[in-house]
């Protein structure tokens, strides 16, 4: 049995122009990123037959998997990232990239200590292995962190990965 994990293609969404953003205009950039188009790549899908698909219900997502895979695509709300949210009330400028790091970190932390995260992920899982069959999954990078974590406690075999690349497949076996 093949697991495909993919992180969805990037985003049409390019960074902010102002060197230092409010906590506002961050929210409100992810807020543009949530809706932006993806930017078309290219994936080899290893010549494997892949029976389904399962995709989070974020649009990004969402097309990819339709992009890449020609038959019924699965739509699955656990499969989806959380949404970033900065908590900041003070009003304060800072680096957007800094502000990716803050959020990158908040969400880490967030999802290590979330047993309803890991639950859901679980129980969704269970549910696309029930086929026994070969499958691909198209989520996001943080989700597949955790899936691949789950994976290897189920016995499947596969890359390690730090920070998934969009649009690349990561095989699992077992």
């Given at each position: ?42 994936v080899d899908l290893g010549n494997i037959e892949w029976k389904n698909c399962f995709s989070s219900d974020l649009s990004r997502a ?113």
């Amino acid at each position: 049995m093949k697991i495909g994990l993919m992180r969805h293609f990037k985003v049409d969404k390019p960074l902010p122009e102002k060197r230092m953003i409010t906590p506002t205009e961050v929210n409100l950039w992810y807020q543009e990123y949530e809706t932006a188009a993806i930017v078309d790549g290219k994936v080899d899908l290893g010549n494997i037959e892949w029976k389904n698909c399962f995709s989070s219900d974020l649009s990004r997502a969402v097309s990819t998997a339709k992009k890449i895979y020609n038959g019924n695509i699965i739509v699955m709300e656990e499969l989806r990232e959380l949404q970033p949210d900065l908590f900041v009330k003070r009003n304060i400028k800072l680096p957007f990239v800094l502000w990716l790091i803050i959020i990158r970190v908040r969400l880490f932390i967030f999802y290590r200590l979330t047993e309803d995260f890991r639950r859901k992920l679980s129980v969704a899982l269970d549910k696309i292995l029930e086929s026994q069959e070969d499958v691909l999954i198209v989520s996001h990078g943080f989700v597949m962190i955790f899936m691949r974590r789950e994976l290897i406690k189920r016995g499947f075999k596969g890359p390690s990965f730090k920070s998934p690349v969009n649009g690349k497949l990561y095989i699992f076996e077992k």
